[in-house]
């Protein structure tokens, strides 16, 4: 769907502290939330722009080191078009 069809990754309900989601179209993060305890926001840009510099496309869980935030266990899942980890 196109970025102003959707509701912002931060209004995601049921994510646990420390998650951390990121909406990709054609190669570029447009939205993303981390969430913490009871709230979310956007993800540090920095983490955004280690997930953007990577690729996604065969849906095998990998370890990475977002800046700012640590280590995570991050999947790709293909959607319609777009990719969201």
Known sequence: ???TTMKPLIHLVGQAPGNVVALIQRGDVVDSALFLDGE???APPAAVDEIAELSW??????SIELP????????GQPGDGDEIL
Not at 57 to 62: I, L, M, N, S, V
Not at 68 to 75: D, E, K, T
Request: proline share 15%.
């Open 57 to 62: 496309p065969d849906g095998e869980a990998r």
């Open 1 to 3: 769907p196109a970025p």
């Open 68 to 75: 700012g935030l640590g280590w995570y266990r991050m999947v």
């Open 40 to 42: 979310a926001r956007a």
